[in-house]
């Protein structure tokens, strides 16, 4: 199994809601990623976990919160999201930290 | 600064020509390159990747080559079909030890029958 897949793959929600996205990777990968994807832009890195400890957090507010619950799963918990936050949302996994990154196909956000 | 636009750089090109597509990376501490393939409504997927100690490297009808000198990356296609039409992102990984990357500008190809 090469895939990364990911949950839903649309998701529109108001501001006031709460809302997860999920990620799922069977590669036995353990560095995991969050990116966000405007359109027409390339995909920005929010973070990074290694071996199910965050690493990385490229300075994302706290209305996004990451989740590692075991070593195949990625969560992505939002909450108070703005309109501006309304983009693709990308999971990626790696062997290692340092490995080439498989990306799933990613959750189209609207936040209304 | 950060360029805002609208619109890719695009390259249009016709069935079976050669494609050419080029990317300025930022960091002279990158160790390490690697280009994607988005199409619309998927993730990126892997091309092909090229370490710094290397200035050329190839796979099945695509080579990518790697100038330190001036920091450019660039990659070719050959004999290109319609199911090559897609963005393309250049990333590069600054050696810290972590996959963190960064991503290029991307360009739309588009192939025309």
């Known amino acids: 199994d090469t895939e990364v897949t990911q949950t839903p793959k649309h998701l529109v929600m108001g501001m006031t809601n709460k809302k997860s996205l999920k990620c799922e990777q069977h590669?036995?990968?353990?560095?995991m990623y969050w990116y966000k994807q405007k359109a027409k832009k390339p995909p920005e890195l929010m973070f990074v976990?290694?071996?199910?400890?965050?690493?990385i957090n490229e300075s994302v507010p706290s209305r996004f919160s990451p989740e590692c619950p075991n070593s195949s799963l990625l969560n992505l918990h939002l909450h108070a999201l703005q309109p501006e936050d309304s983009a693709l949302y990308l999971c990626?996994?790696?062997?290692?930290?340092?490995?080439?990154?498989?990306f799933g196909p990613g959750t189209r956000l609207t936040v209304t | 600064g950060e360029s805002v636009g609208l619109h890719l750089p695009t390259l249009s090109v016709q069935e079976g020509d050669n494609s050419i597509i080029n990317c300025a990376y930022s960091?002279?501490?990158?160790?390490?390159f690697i280009w994607y393939k988005q199409e619309s409504g998927k993730g990126p997927q892997f091309i092909i990747d090229?370490?710094?100690?290397?200035d050329k490297r190839q796979g099945q009808r695509v080579t990518v080559l790697l100038n330190k000198t001036v920091k450019h990356l660039s990659l070719q296609i050959a004999a290109t079909q319609p199911g090559d039409s897609a963005v393309y992102f250049c990333?590069?990984?600054?050696?810290?030890?972590?996959?963190?990357?960064?991503f290029g500008k991307g360009t739309m190809l588009l192939v025309s029958p």
């Open positions: 990626a996994s790696s062997q290692e930290k340092n490995g080439e990154q498989y």
């Open positions: 590669m036995g990968h353990r560095a």
């Open positions: 976990y290694s071996y199910e400890k965050l690493s």
């Open positions: 960091n002279s501490a990158s160790d390490y």
């Open positions: 090229i370490r710094s100690n290397m």
């Open positions: 990333a590069e990984r600054m050696n810290s030890g972590y996959s963190t990357l960064t």
